[in-house]
């Protein structure tokens, strides 16, 4: 089992920051690829970007490719999604997501445990 809490949300104007945080519990967190993920209003969650245990291995969608960065830090359990250049478009929930085998993936059905969420809001 993994516990994940996400921290960080906020409001934030267009061209702004955020850093989120993901901390998990769990004895096999430092092995879990890691994802990040959210949902607008009315619209199907979305895949952001993921992290291999190792760190080598990242994956990001189109749209925040150059944007978001995704890490981890397995000393400490966490995961972190910088958001720089944000858009009002980025408002949504954001979620951090844990998958129990195989590597990294961008799709949502691949994850096994799942955060509550924090709300990003991006203001123009």
């Known amino acids: 089992q993994v516990q994940l809490v996400e921290s960080g949300g906020g409001s934030v104007q267009a061209g702004g920051s955020l850093r989120l945080s993901c901390a998990a519990s769990g004895r096999t967190f430092t092995t879990n690829p890691m994802g990040w993920f959210r949902q607008a209003p009315g619209k199907e969650r979305e895949f952001l970007a993921a992290?291999?245990?190792?760190?080598?291995?990242?994956a990001y969608a189109d749209s925040v490719k150059g944007r978001f960065t995704i890490s981890r830090d397995n000393a400490k359990n966490t995961v972190y999604l910088q958001m720089n250049s944000l858009k009002p478009e980025d408002t949504a929930v954001y979620y951090c997501a844990s998958r129990s085998v195989g590597g990294i993936s961008t799709m949502r059905y691949n994850y096994d445990y799942w955060g509550q969420g924090t709300q990003v809001t991006v203001s123009s």
């Open positions: 992290i291999g245990w190792n760190v080598a291995s990242t």
